[in-house]
């Protein structure tokens, strides 16, 4: 949809979360093995079978018996967000419906997503706040209901619409400074909002002893690609966020209101861009899920069942794929209420159960998918109270994955692994270091015939198709010994038997 009207319908609605008791303790729990006989007969306990939690948006006044009994997740709609609880000095006021909500959601043995700290919109008295008056309410925020949350969406919506790339320059973002002007706000000397609001709130977090996981949260960042098969410059961006701040960011939230907005649809890359995000070792959360109907030609039967089928199915498939929330309960109560976009009709507590309903449950019933493993085994990305508290004034180091057993004596060796589906593929590459360190490299694939790269991150590229060159960026081309980075590709055919050549620089 237009932006402008989608910023107009963001401001009611509802981000809610969802969280099973599969996640209350520190490790998250997988199931992989196929399902049990007897199918689980709600959301909640299908979820719950299969590894994940599922969960609602919803308001004081909506906390209808059905949300304890189908979700396991609850995140406020509005309750939480700086117009209803900052001061203007940071502090807090108008709690009642936060701690409503709360409240229910713990005598339901239900998560709680707070959401949201930072944000651009619906800033209320901390609009244009300096990042000190910003610290200081995430400190008051997340110590006002400490492990009583799960997730904080620390930062929301802070990059810019129509798959630019770049970030927001609304406010808080105009805080932003780039010292050395090299086109990023990832150096020591650079401001930036969403680092420093990061290490403020993990400062918290660590300091109070909780278990609070920290995420940052968007929308049209779903799948690799956007409509016509383009980039999506917006996810990308999003990546490189997480890869740089990982110390301090736990988890990920994909909004997912999918529409006929060119950038919104549902791609069938949606799963590689989960798992991309999964092998930074965060957790991914489909945070506020909604289906326009306009993407089932107005069908709100069988066709917005499959389109829901196929989002659940892309979490499921990915092991840290932890959470699917859907952004309210029904159509009539959603903020996109013409779209039809939700699993149920009805309202005021009387619901009825449309297909995608059916299909989501169906879908949580089979479970996690045993022949698609992730690449990585499932983290919890949370810091022990132990850990001495994060230094704000040392910038974070580039992320890189631990190191191979038996690295290459000299030079570097590069290993490469596939998701593929039909008619395309994702593949990363590890480059190791042998045993002196290293300050550049590239790497050569030989891709088979029908193969062709379309989008590539972490690496620069010559040639898409046929023999494709791979370089180091700016940020990732010294390797120490034995160490190593990463870098990966997308592209349309089958991608079988690539064996990476790594040569030094």
Request: aromatic share 6%; charged share 15%.
């Amino acid at each position: 949809m237009h932006s402008d009207l989608r910023h107009r319908r963001k401001v009611a609605r509802t981000a809610l979360p969802a969280a099973v008791l599969l996640l209350m303790g520190s490790a998250v729990v997988v199931q992989s093995s196929a399902p049990a006989a007897a199918a689980e007969t709600t959301l909640r306990a299908a979820a719950a079978k299969a590894g994940l939690f599922f969960g609602v948006a919803a308001s004081p006044n909506r906390l209808y018996p059905i949300v304890g009994q189908e979700f396991s997740q609850l995140t406020p709609e509005n309750d939480m967000k700086p117009d209803r609880i900052a001061t203007s000095s940071g502090g807090l006021q108008n709690t009642s419906g936060a701690d409503t909500l709360v409240n229910h959601a713990q005598s339901n043995n239900m998560l709680v997503r707070g959401h949201t700290l930072v944000w651009h919109s619906q800033a209320g008295a901390l609009q244009g706040a300096s990042q000190a008056t910003l610290n200081t309410f995430i400190g008051n925020a997340i110590n006002r209901w400490g492990s009583r949350i799960a997730y904080w969406d620390v930062v929301n919506e802070a990059l810019e619409d129509n798959n630019t790339g770049r970030r927001r320059n609304q406010w808080p973002h105009t805080m932003n400074r780039d010292a050395n002007g090299d086109g990023d706000f990832f150096d020591a000397g650079d401001t930036d909002v969403m680092r420093d609001s990061f290490i403020r709130a993990k400062q918290v977090v660590q300091a109070g002893g909780l278990t609070t996981k920290l995420c940052i949260n968007d929308y049209d960042v779903d799948g690799l690609t956007v409509q016509g098969g383009t980039p999506n410059r917006k996810a990308n961006a999003l990546y490189d966020i997480v890869r740089n701040y990982r110390q301090y960011i736990d988890c990920v939230g994909f909004q997912a209101h999918f529409n006929d907005n060119p950038n919104s649809i549902i791609t069938d890359d949606l799963q590689a861009n989960i798992q991309r995000f999964a092998d930074l070792g965060v957790e991914v959360h489909i945070t506020e899920l909604d289906i326009d109907d306009d993407l089932s030609n107005n069908d709100i039967g069988a066709g917005q069942a499959e389109n829901y089928r196929k989002v659940v199915r892309a979490c499921l498939n990915v092991a840290q794929c932890t959470g699917i929330t859907v952004w309210g309960i029904s159509d009539s109560e959603s903020w996109r209420s013409s779209e039809r976009g939700l699993l149920f009709t009805g309202g005021n507590g009387s619901y009825q159960k449309k297909a995608a309903y059916h299909a989501v449950l169906d879908e949580l019933n089979k479970g996690r998918n045993p022949t698609t493993p992730p690449t990585t085994p499932p983290v919890t990305p949370s810091v022990p109270p132990t850990t001495p508290p994060v230094d704000p004034t040392t910038p974070p180091p580039p992320t890189t994955p631990p190191p191979p057993t038996t690295p290459p004596a000299t030079g570097c060796s590069a290993t490469v692994s596939l998701n593929s589906w039909t008619g395309g593929f994702v593949a990363t590459v590890r480059v190791t270091a042998g045993t002196a360190p290293i300050s550049g490299w590239s790497v050569q694939l030989t891709l088979p015939s029908g193969a062709t790269v379309t989008n590539a991150w972490n690496a620069n590229r010559s040639g898409s198709s046929g023999t494709v060159q791979f370089s180091n960026v700016s940020y990732n081309g010294s390797v120490n010994a034995g160490q190593s980075t990463e870098f990966g590709f997308q592209g349309v055919g089958t991608a079988t038997g690539l064996t990476p050549v790594c040569s030094a620089g």
